[in-house]
């Protein structure tokens, strides 16, 4: 399981580090997506197979499910540490992202995000927190 927020730098090269608590969980290879909310998604490789395996098993008949199904598996890329704990994240994805040089690599469960610093910023307000709490007790969350 994921958890932590780290703060780190994306190189000119569009490298970025992985903090060593996630590497012994993710591997030497994995898979980096286009997340929700502006963010990039990190799954470990099994972790991804079985949201693969949920995504493609959408009834192709929704058009709902096609385009969930489209936007995530379009928009994911295979990665590989290097010798220095870091992945080369793709233009494509650091442009949907945002990322520029401050990035935030936070713990979510059964994944990481990457954000940049500034959106990590405004999406980590609490200030609707009681709000976010009472809608998650509708879910059946609670603490």
């Not at 098993?57 to 220095?84: C, H, M, T, W």
Request: hydrophobic letters at 45%; proline letters at 2%.
């Amino acid at each position: 399981m994921f958890m932590s927020e780290y703060n780190h730098t994306v190189d000119a090269k569009g490298r970025l580090i992985i903090p060593a608590k996630f590497r012994e969980s993710l591997g030497e290879e994995f898979v980096i997506s286009k997340g929700m909310d502006g963010c990039l998604f990190v799954y470990a490789n099994e972790d991804w197979a079985a949201f693969e395996e949920k995504l493609t098993s959408l009834p192709l008949i929704n058009k709902e499910a096609r385009q969930f199904a489209r936007y995530f598996l379009a928009g994911a890329a295979s990665v590989e540490l290097d010798k220095q704990g870091r992945i080369l994240i793709p233009q494509s994805l650091r442009d949907f992202a945002g990322l520029e040089k401050d990035v935030v690599l936070v713990g979510v469960g059964s994944r990481i995000e990457i954000w940049s610093k500034e959106k990590w910023d405004d999406a980590s307000s609490d200030e609707n927190l009681d709000d976010i709490a009472n809608a998650m007790g509708a879910l059946g969350l609670t603490i």
